[in-house]
């Protein structure tokens, strides 16, 4: 990865919903519990992460401040071609204001990544504009991005598990000139005589971030989970939840065997999809159209289609891997609805996501490619049934292992991939 692609994670000042002492926390924080009062609290956000920048502490607390809202997209993003599947990892800002306020940065900027973000409360002052749609604003990004260089133009590209959130970024306007207020610095530009914040259409964007207790609905225990867990765990009545709006929701899951208590449980979501154009039901289908070295067997026919991904962000080489490695191996098993006290590994892929990978992991893999690639390229993906599953993986010292599937991670690649 050259710098420009290097995964950078902002800090967020939060405040405990509970008691108001500060807690810092990485961008990505759904679950933390406060060091004051203990209290555990889930952040859910409607839509996409909103955070604001400060002003500089030489720029008076009272100056009218007009924030500017950025778009930033953090993730990677899939080329499709006959010659492969190849990623790139981005990580991009964009100005989200329409060309009515002229000059403004296009985008953040690396000085930004040093200052950490602040959740918008209800009293913070100043004007927040609302932004043009993230489809809008990421038509210019896409401008800046192809310059880059790039082998064979892709026939689609996917996006898979990218982090889409919205920066405001502090103005103010002093002697005909828009300030930039994190800085104190002027940009190179005039505003016109009239200029007011007042003509933009504005909006409170705090309104769009709750917070819920880390309380089990169920059973009132404690939840748990890494900071960036999509899913929290009950140990005590054995459910895992997800912020949903305002309030937890119970996720359904499985956990499949061999039962090892010295084990890591990966967490895996198990698709059943009708992918339009492509005839991709059984187990068979999937043989034949993979052009494997093997025939596909009769029962195979009877067998309905799985899609596989990892419930988990890694780097996309192994999350390719792993995806078709699991679709081919069509893994059913015994399977049990508690984790006991198992060791899991957090779930930071949203099913969604995962169906989103469905095109990619089948042009991967699918032969020949280029036969296949148009059908792929406007097909689509209609989710019948989402699943997360738990798989157990012996715990190595460098690689986790399933020894049924002869599947490994290595363990690096798997604790570095936090911040994907
Ligand atoms: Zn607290
Ligand atoms: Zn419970």
Not at 304 to 324: G, N, Q
Not at 361 to 388: I, N
Request: proline share 7%; hydrophobic share 40%; glycine share 6%.
């Amino acid at each position: 990865m050259t710098a420009a692609e290097r995964s950078i994670s902002y800090r967020v000042e939060h405040q405990c919903p509970q008691c108001g002492a500060p807690v810092n926390l990485g961008e990505e924080t759904l679950f933390f519990v406060c060091d004051f009062c203990r209290v555990r609290s889930c952040i859910s956000h409607k839509g996409v992460f909103r955070y604001m920048l400060s002003p500089g502490e030489s720029v008076p607390g009272d100056t009218d401040f007009i924030y500017l809202p950025y778009w930033r997209f953090k993730g990677v993003r899939y080329f499709c071609s006959a010659s492969g599947v190849d990623s790139r990892f981005m990580d991009i800002s964009q100005c989200a204001v329409n060309d009515s306020i002229e000059h403004v940065p296009a985008s953040l900027g690396f000085r930004s990544q040093a200052l950490p973000l602040k959740l918008i409360r209800p009293e913070t002052r100043g004007t927040f504009l609302t932004p043009v749609s993230f489809k809008e604003s990421i038509q210019n990004l896409d401008r800046r991005f192809k310059r880059g260089k790039q082998s064979a133009k892709p026939m689609f590209t996917e996006d898979i598990g990218e982090m889409t959130s919205l920066i405001y970024a502090p103005f103010y306007v002093s002697s005909n000139r828009l300030i930039d207020a994190v800085l104190d610095k002027p940009l190179d530009c005039h505003v016109p005589e009239d200029f007011s914040a007042d003509r933009h259409e504005a909006c409170r964007p705090e309104k769009e971030t709750v917070f819920i207790p880390g309380i089990c609905p169920s059973c009132g225990w404690d939840l748990q989970g890494r900071a960036d867990s999509l899913a929290l765990v009950c140990r005590n009545c054995n459910t895992l939840w997800r912020a949903h709006g305002k309030r937890l929701a119970k996720i359904r899951f499985r956990v499949f065997g061999p039962r090892d208590p010295d084990g890591v449980y990966l967490p895996f979501w198990r698709i059943r999809a009708d992918v339009s154009g492509l005839a991709l039901s059984s187990h068979a289908d999937l043989v034949n159209a993979c052009n494997l070295p093997m025939m596909a067997r009769p029962e195979m026919k009877n067998r309905e289609l799985h899609f596989w991904a990892p419930a988990f962000k890694i780097r996309p080489k192994v999350f390719l891997r792993l995806s078709t490695q699991l679709l081919l191996a069509q893994l059913d098993s015994e399977t049990e609805n508690s984790l006991h006290s198992r060791e899991i590994h957090p779930v930071t892929l949203p099913g969604a996501e995962a169906v989103e990978s469905i095109r990619v992991t089948l042009a991967s893999l699918l032969k020949p490619t280029r036969d296949y690639l148009p059908a792929l390229s406007c097909a689509e993906v209609k989710p019948t049934d989402l699943e997360l599953i738990f798989l157990p993986f012996e715990n190595g010292p460098h690689e986790l292992f399933h020894p049924d599937l002869n599947i490994g991670i290595n363990r690096n690649i798997l604790d570095l991939s936090g911040n994907l």
